[in-house]
């Protein structure tokens, strides 16, 4: 993929991309200084950190409506998460007054018919209107938890608002007064290039193969009737291939139709697709596993064990009585937990993942369990990183996560999130009886329908990814000009991954890089030829550096564990193994010219 300019979306010209261009490290230090000449460029972001334009849009609409002088508005799917916000602002704000806020669930008008009369998609949202002075607190909620509204419900939402079409209800359920927003039928309005808005739709939807014709599929969307039986089919899909049971590359008529059989490749018995549950995002499952098990096991610190993607820590932190932080993710540190736990100590869970971003390395999973099992205390591992064609992690853990926006989707183009329950572990039966009872599905059905779409060849994608990432990390790690290549395969803890390794698994397609000084890493990142931006998993290769996209205001904590402040982390995709080679090749030329003109 061609390297866009600054504040594209990547791919170009996704309206629901989740990567956007940053592809210079004047850029990412720019971005995050809050420098106007990168800011001013941004046309999207990723979907935690960056509100999208449709989220904007609705919430325009709804402060326009209901809104009063000096508020904001926050979008989430259900009133529950809207409750959370308003709960998680209240925990945290200096002020002693009481909170002046306001929810509103809006829901489409054929939500009082029974469930026999309902064909179509429930339309549906909350919106929480509250201080703008809390505005910071509310950029936490939605950045750690991940239950913001999606940019595809916003889109769908916004439509149904201007025609009318959703009934307000305060909090209480007492109905609000309705207020119409009438801009005449969608389908006849311009978009910003100007092109007819059917159009571009069809071109969006022109892939999505559901056994229906495309063109009325388009037509049903966008006259908000989306079918709730394809809606289910596709998520009954994707749970079939977290599970394990469905690795076949076919259309979902084709997934219907093969047996729901009882092949397990999570090598745990009894596990199903009962036990797959979906959410928004990844770090809402992370965020709402977190939950689950402050309500059945009751408040306890937990541990992070290993250096995580820092939104995992700060839940631990934020959310509960605190957390153990063991950065390092070394054998010596579990010896420290053992010391711990012998001398009375106890714990609510340990979160690592497997591998951990950005360093790669692989805890001991095996000890983990053993200890979880002695001294009572859950697992929760996320698989993101390693996912479950390359290890087997559900045997080890209580509860597995992952976000399914990355290698599991590939296109960048939709979120997504899993959590599953190991049937075979103490706290099953109470997890799973509160799941049952508590568990809200907020994951919108058109991201549910992309989702499906996109991750039929991922047992296709992940064999040829983990294959050229292999490859290109061999000749990585024999440059001079490389400092160290962070890799599984070249891991201190390479014993931990392979105990969880299965038979054809790989080592995934992440790596990083770090460099013996700065303008090294500068210039190998600068002159790398390939999309650069956030996130990771992508069918194209994808550089960020990351650090500093993830740690810039606290780059000397970051170091403490290891984390170098030049280090660039890679996902390799899809791309010819050769072609990318060649351009490894040509970036650390560039590195050696550079040298070489500074006398170095």
Same mark, same amino acid.
């Given at each position: ?5 600054i504040?594209e ?18 850029? @990412? ?10 800011l001013?460029k941004?046309?999207?972001?990723y ?9 904007r ?5 709804v ?5 009063r002088?000096g ?9 529950a998460?809207?409750l959370l ?5 209240k925990?945290q704000?200096c002020s ?21 009369e309902?064909s179509?998609?429930?339309t ?6 509250y201080?703008?002075t ?16 999606s ?7 916004q ?7 959703? #009934? ?9 007064p ?6 005449g039928?969608?389908?006849y ?12 739709q ?8 559901t /056994? ?8 049903e969307?966008?006259g ?7 809606v289910?089919?596709? =998520? ?7 599970a ?20 397990? @490749? ?9 036990d ?5 995002? /990844? ?8 939950r689950?098990?402050?309500?059945t096991?009751g ?17 631990l932190q934020k ?19 053992e010391h ?9 869970a340990?979160y690592?993942?497997?591998?951990g971003?950005?360093?790669? =390395?692989?805890?001991?999973l ?19 990183i ?5 290890v ?12 399914l926006?990355?290698i599991f ?5 939709v979120?997504g ?6 049937p ?9 009886k ?14 549910? @329908?992309f989702?499906e ?7 296709q994608?992940?064999?040829k990814?983990?294959?050229?990432a ?7 790690n024999?440059h ?11 891991s201190?803890?390479? #014993?931990n991954?392979d =105990?969880c ?13 770090t ?11 600068d002159?790398?030829e390939?999309?650069?931006?956030p996130?990771?998993?992508?069918n194209?290769t994808l550089?960020?550096p990351?650090t ?11 170091a403490?564990?290891?984390v170098e402040?030049?280090?660039v982390?890679?996902?390799v995709?899809?791309?010819d193994?050769?072609f990318?080679?060649?351009s ?6 560039a590195?050696?010219?550079m040298?070489?003109? /500074? /006398?170095?």
């Amino acid at each position: 993929m061609a390297v866009a300019d600054i504040g594209e979306s990547i791919p170009p010209n996704t309206p629901h991309a989740v990567s956007v261009s940053l592809p210079t490290w004047s850029a @990412i230090v720019g971005y995050e200084t809050g420098e106007e000449w990168v800011l001013s460029k941004m046309m999207t972001g990723y979907p935690r950190f960056f509100i999208h334009k449709k989220i904007r849009e609705l919430a325009q609409s709804v402060r326009s409506l209901y809104g009063r002088e000096g508020e904001e508005v926050a979008l989430f799917p259900s009133i529950a998460t809207a409750l959370l916000c308003e709960q998680f602002i209240k925990s945290q704000q200096c002020s002693s007054s009481p909170l002046q806020s306001t929810i509103i669930d809006f829901r489409s008008r054929t939500q009082h018919l029974k469930d026999s009369e309902k064909s179509s998609v429930i339309t549906q949202f909350a919106a929480l209107l509250y201080p703008e002075t809390h505005k910071g607190l509310l950029k936490v909620f939605w950045q750690h938890t991940g239950d913001g509204i999606s940019s595809r419900r916003a889109e769908h939402c916004q439509i149904a608002v201007e025609a009318g079409e959703m #009934n307000a209800h305060s909090r209480d359920g007492k109905p609000l007064p309705v207020k119409l927003m009438r801009k005449g039928p969608r389908r006849y309005q311009r978009n910003e290039n100007g092109s007819d808005q059917d159009r571009n739709q069809q071109e969006t939807y022109k892939n999505v193969s559901t /056994g229906k014709d495309v063109i009325k599929f388009v037509e049903e969307r966008y006259g908000r009737n989306l079918e709730a039986s394809l809606v289910e089919n596709a =998520k009954t899909v994707i749970k079939r291939r977290i599970a394990g049971s469905l690795t076949a590359n076919v259309d979902l008529e084709g997934a219907l139709e093969i047996p729901n059989g009882k092949r397990n @490749i999570r090598r745990v018995p009894g596990f199903s697709t009962e036990d797959v549950y979906l959410f928004p995002t /990844g770090m809402s499952a992370i965020f709402n596993s977190h939950r689950l098990l402050l309500s059945t096991r009751g408040a306890s610190k937990s541990i992070c064990f290993g250096f995580p993607y820092i939104d995992t820590l700060k839940i631990l932190q934020k959310w509960g009585p605190g957390c153990l932080f063991y950065g390092l993710g070394e054998e010596s540190e579990l010896d420290d937990l053992e010391h711990r736990l012998q001398q009375g100590e106890r714990f609510l869970a340990l979160y690592c993942e497997f591998p951990g971003n950005p360093l790669l =390395k692989s805890p001991n999973l095996p000890r983990i369990r053993t200890l979880a099992d002695q001294y009572s205390f859950a697992v929760v591992v996320d698989e993101t990183i390693g996912n479950f064609l390359n290890v087997h992690v559900l045997p080890f853990s209580d509860i597995v996560v992952s976000s399914l926006t990355k290698i599991f989707s590939g296109d960048s183009n939709v979120m997504g999130g899993s959590l599953i329950l190991n049937p075979q572990t103490p706290f099953y039966h109470v997890l799973k009886k509160v799941i049952t009872a508590e568990y809200e599905d907020n994951y919108w059905a058109e991201d549910a @329908i992309f989702m499906e779409r996109n991750s039929r060849d991922f047992v296709q994608r992940i064999e040829k990814i983990n294959q050229s990432a292999e490859t290109v990390c061999d000749m990585l790690n024999q440059h001079p000009l490389i400092k160290k290549v962070y890799y599984p395969k070249y891991s201190e803890s390479k #014993n931990n991954y392979d =105990k969880c390794r299965n038979g054809r698994g790989g080592y995934g397609g992440l790596l990083s890089l770090t460099f013996f000084s700065t303008a090294d890493a500068v210039t190998f990142f600068d002159q790398l030829e390939t999309a650069k931006g956030p996130s990771l998993g992508t069918n194209f290769t994808l550089s960020s550096p990351f650090t500093l996209l993830a740690h810039y205001s606290e780059l000397d904590w970051a170091a403490q564990y290891g984390v170098e402040a030049d280090l660039v982390r890679i996902s390799v995709g899809l791309e010819d193994t050769d072609f990318l080679l060649g351009s490894f090749d040509r970036a650390l030329k560039a590195v050696a010219k550079m040298r070489q003109a /500074g /006398g170095l």
